[in-house]
């Protein structure tokens, strides 16, 4: 069954799922001229619990290019966020945002959080302080999915504890991560996978350089969701809902993670074209101004690239992961003042967000669970393909998302859709506003051909003394790949059985050290006076999809 909000208090949050910006340090005191977009500026000093690093180059521009190509696969994603390393924000203190997104606070306390509930006598551990990461599935590559199912999707009440299907299971030490992002913020808002930089120096802006970011973060799952009850300065609006003084949004819990981001200043006269324009060509020619700047500490695998024919754009990247080695308090979440109306229908949270289905191979199904936290003060159906579930207030449940990637890439090729279910009050007569809520959901995969395979002729010459160097080969399968066979076939040697293994010959077929590709050698005898030698066969390597 669906899980109440007390069962829940002992179950990882999920992160939440609103469009939005991205603040980074503290909140603009005010908001300045009309000019779109208005922005913070960024802040003077780094906040505490940063570290900078030294200038990019060498390997560290290489993981910034990295995360330039996978920033991609994240255009779909958003969410509202304050970030401050300091935790200095007050949970429930109202906010007002702009037409170009900014967020700036208001001197009124819109929502304060709300009572814990007494867990029941005999109910088991205490719940987990807020902001206290679970074992769980970590984004990224995972075990293949064997579900012979089209896309679709359908609703469990499983708990929310259980792995994803698709997911790997994290390591020691190791923690759920219910967000994940990678985009370009600049200054302090991060405005998605790419912007025009000239916008930000349009005419009325107050400042004349700017601070780009390129960001890649990871929240920790918390065990302890934090809701919110409205506070008496949140009165009933002329046109229905409610209304909190100028706020908008109001700040919600805070949340733990970890973040790299490579920065650099860019001035009003070099703001020409996109922020991943401007990235790229500082980056390709080792510009000493990228710098970079870490906050907690976050592990960054598969954005490793290489050439792979066929790739879209030349290049196929396994999948990207994100592991939090040291999670500090780093953000917090945003709620439109709406969510404590009475009558609100709020947009439910998801987690994790993107939902990843791992490592799927094309024409097979891969399948991944989403925990669904219900913030709104009513009970709700959640409807997805034809399968609908019923959530508590301030309960959750699990949705199974299902997708059948497509393709002819022989690499690892990262894939992104959109799924959607729709939420409505369980009571029809409940009046709620909205009337039901269409709630868009960013999947990701992994995926490429299954296998990948190499026949070729191999032989000497025949004589007394043939060149067994040309019988040698080595083969390396493609990038993401790793071997499963390395086989001769139809060997001939002109022994006197025709086999490749008597008389002085030697014929072998082996995994290469790294497990990615095939070493074949074939060895025989020589002779100075009389009788003809040589080695024929056909090399045989069969490559699967391994992709991280």
């Given at each position: 069954m669906a899980l109440s909000g007390a069962g829940r208090a002992r179950r990882r949050?999920?992160?939440?799922?609103?469009?939005?910006?991205?603040?980074?340090?503290?909140?603009?005191?005010?908001?300045?001229?009309?000019?779109?977009?208005?922005?913070?500026?960024?802040?003077?000093?780094?906040?505490?619990?940063?570290?900078?690093?030294?200038?990019?180059?060498?390997?560290?521009?290489?993981?910034?290019?990295?995360?330039?190509?996978?920033?991609?696969?994240?255009?779909?994603?958003?969410?509202?966020?304050?970030?401050?390393?300091?935790?200095?924000?007050?949970p429930g203190r109202g906010l007002s945002r702009s037409a170009a997104g900014v967020f700036s606070p208001?001197?009124?306390?819109?929502?304060?959080?709300?009572?814990?509930?007494?867990?029941?006598?005999?109910?088991?551990?205490?719940?987990?302080?807020?902001?206290?990461?679970?074992?769980?599935?970590?984004?990224?590559?995972?075990?293949?999915?064997?579900?012979?199912?089209?896309?679709?999707?359908?609703?469990?009440?499983?708990p929310a504890s259980a792995a994803a299907t698709g997911a790997p299971a994290p390591g020691a030490g190791e923690r759920a991560i219910d967000f994940r992002y990678v985009g370009i913020a600049v200054d302090s808002v991060l405005?998605?996978?790419?912007?025009?930089?000239?916008?930000?120096?349009?005419?009325?802006?107050?400042?004349?350089?700017?601070?780009?970011?390129?960001?890649?973060?990871?929240?920790?799952?918390?065990?302890?969701?934090?809701?919110?009850d409205p506070t008496e300065s949140v009165v009933p609006a002329p046109g229905g809902g409610c209304a909190c003084g100028r706020a908008t949004h109001f700040i919600g819990a805070v949340k733990r993670g970890a973040m790299v981001a490579y920065e650099t200043d860019v001035t009003?006269?070099?703001?020409?074209?996109?922020?991943?324009?401007?990235?790229?060509?500082?980056?390709?020619?080792?510009?000493?101004?990228?710098?970079?700047?870490?906050?907690?500490?976050?592990?960054?695998?598969?954005?490793?690239?290489?050439?792979?024919?066929?790739?879209?754009?030349?290049?196929?990247?396994?999948a990207l992961r994100l592991e939090v080695k040291k999670a500090v308090p780093l953000a917090y979440a945003i709620y439109p003042v709406a969510d404590v109306c009475r009558f609100s229908l709020a947009e439910p949270e998801i987690a994790p967000l993107p939902v990843d289905l791992g490592v799927v191979p094309y024409g097979a199904a891969g399948t991944a669970q989403a925990l669904i936290t219900n913030r709104a003060q009513v009970d709700v159906r959640v409807t997805h393909g034809e399968r609908t579930v019923e959530v508590p207030a301030h309960g959750s449940a699990e949705l199974t998302?299902?997708?059948?990637?497509?393709?002819?890439?022989?690499?690892?090729?990262?894939?992104?859709?959109?799924?959607?279910?729709?939420?409505?009050?369980?009571?029809?007569?409940?009046?709620?506003?909205?009337?039901?809520?269409?709630?868009?959901?960013?999947?990701?995969?992994?995926?490429?051909?299954?296998?990948?395979?190499?026949?070729?002729?191999?032989?000497?010459?025949?004589?007394?003394?043939?060149?067994?160097?040309?019988?040698?080969?080595?083969?390396?399968?493609?990038?993401?790949?790793?071997?499963?066979?390395?086989?001769?076939q139809l060997a001939s040697c002109l022994s006197s059985t025709g086999s490749c293994n008597a008389e002085g010959y030697r014929l072998t077929a082996e995994a290469t050290a790294d497990g990615r590709g095939c070493a074949f050698r074939c060895t025989g005898p020589s002779s100075s006076i009389w009788g003809d030698h040589g080695c024929a066969y056909t090399a045989t390597m069969v490559c699967r999809l391994g992709c991280k």
């Open positions: 949050s999920a992160a939440p799922a609103r469009g939005g910006a991205l603040l980074l340090g503290a909140l603009a005191s005010a908001l300045g001229c009309p000019a779109p977009p208005e922005l913070p500026p960024a802040p003077p000093r780094q906040p505490a619990g940063a570290a900078v690093l030294p200038a990019c180059k060498g390997s560290g521009c290489s993981q910034a290019g990295a995360l330039i190509a996978a920033a991609r696969a994240f255009s779909d994603v958003r969410h509202d966020y304050l970030l401050d390393t300091s935790s200095a924000m007050v208001v001197g009124v306390a819109c929502a304060r959080p709300k009572a814990e509930l007494a867990s029941p006598a005999g109910a088991g551990a205490p719940a987990a302080t807020s902001g206290t990461a679970a074992p769980g599935a970590i984004g990224g590559a995972g075990a293949l999915a064997t579900t012979a199912a089209p896309a679709s999707a359908s609703a469990t009440t499983a405005v998605g996978a790419d912007v025009d930089l000239p916008a930000y120096f349009s005419a009325g802006g107050t400042l004349d350089r700017r601070r780009l970011r390129l960001v890649a973060m990871a929240l920790v799952a918390d065990e302890d969701p934090q809701f919110f009003a006269g070099e703001a020409h074209g996109t922020a991943m324009g401007l990235f790229k060509a500082r980056l390709e020619a080792g510009d000493r101004r990228v710098t970079m700047t870490s906050v907690g500490e976050l592990a960054i695998e598969g954005v490793e690239g290489a050439p792979v024919a066929g790739a879209k754009g030349g290049q196929a990247f396994g998302f299902s997708w059948t990637p497509e393709g002819e890439t022989a690499g690892c090729e990262r894939q992104t859709r959109r799924d959607t279910f729709v939420v409505q009050p369980k009571d029809p007569a409940s009046p709620v506003v909205p009337r039901e809520r269409a709630v868009v959901v960013p999947l990701q995969v992994t995926t490429g051909m299954p296998t990948f395979s190499k026949h070729e002729p191999i032989a000497t010459e025949t004589g007394r003394s043939p060149d067994y160097g040309r019988a040698s080969v080595d083969w390396t399968c493609p990038a993401g790949y790793v071997v499963e066979q390395c086989e001769p």
